[in-house]
């Protein structure tokens, strides 16, 4: 019996069919993996974004914590003249004394070797919302110290001293401005209300080294 065309254009017409379903599956399979690995790339590209302000927030607050530290091991009571020693037209002379320890020379000294003291941060991670913060992991007395929340990594610590040193260069001014003259909150200040290098820094708690 030989097939007629209405039967043969049939049965074409049915095979189509069936090729046509496996590549709209396929199609529909692909723009279902297209749309993950977008939804995957922004996930990632937004936590490498809080690991970027995470890193660049905590090496300008332990930044504050060794500056004031090292301020604090200078005798307030010694002080420095600064100004011009030059006779002004009415004789006097632009000199004023300051603390030895929050005059300009001195921080600029401070701030040259600084950001080696970043080798003594670890890294924390919050388990409620997984940012990052640092913490002094080596005792400046040589007493132990509480490790059990803190990562040591020589890669993180090489990224914060490199983190550190990038603030100190684009933000001298503003380091030695807060810390000739402020003594209280300089963290908040000068990490998050004056350079914005945090985010979030205002809701986290002072840290004690």
């Not at 401005?177 to 990490?191: M, Q, R, S, Y």
């Amino acid at each position: 019996m030989e097939n007629t065309p209405e039967v043969n254009g049939g049965v074409e017409k049915r095979l189509s069919g069936s090729r046509n379903i496996p590549r709209g599956l396929s199609r529909m399979k692909e723009n279902a993996l297209l749309l993950t690995w977008c939804v995957v790339l922004c996930l990632l590209l937004s936590c490498s974004q809080a690991a970027r302000q995470d890193m660049k927030c905590g090496a300008c607050r332990a930044l504050v914590d060794e500056m004031e530290w090292a301020i604090s091991q200078i005798d307030p009571k010694k002080m420095i003249q600064t100004g011009s020693f030059r006779i002004n037209p009415d004789g006097s002379q632009s000199i004023k004394e300051v603390p030895l320890a929050r005059s300009e020379g001195n921080l600029l000294e401070l701030m040259e070797s600084v950001c080696e003291r970043m080798a003594d941060y670890g890294e924390r991670t919050d388990p409620s919302t997984d940012r990052k913060s640092y913490i002094r992991v080596k005792s400046r007395t040589g007493e132990a110290m509480d490790l059990s929340e803190a990562a040591l990594d020589s890669r993180v610590t090489s990224s914060l001293k490199f983190a550190c040193e990038t603030i100190v260069e684009h933000h001298e001014d503003e380091i030695i401005e807060f810390f000739a003259h402020e003594t209280e909150n300089v963290k908040d200040k000068l990490c998050s209300k004056r350079t914005d290098l945090c985010d979030h820094a205002l809701n986290m708690a002072h840290d004690e080294l």
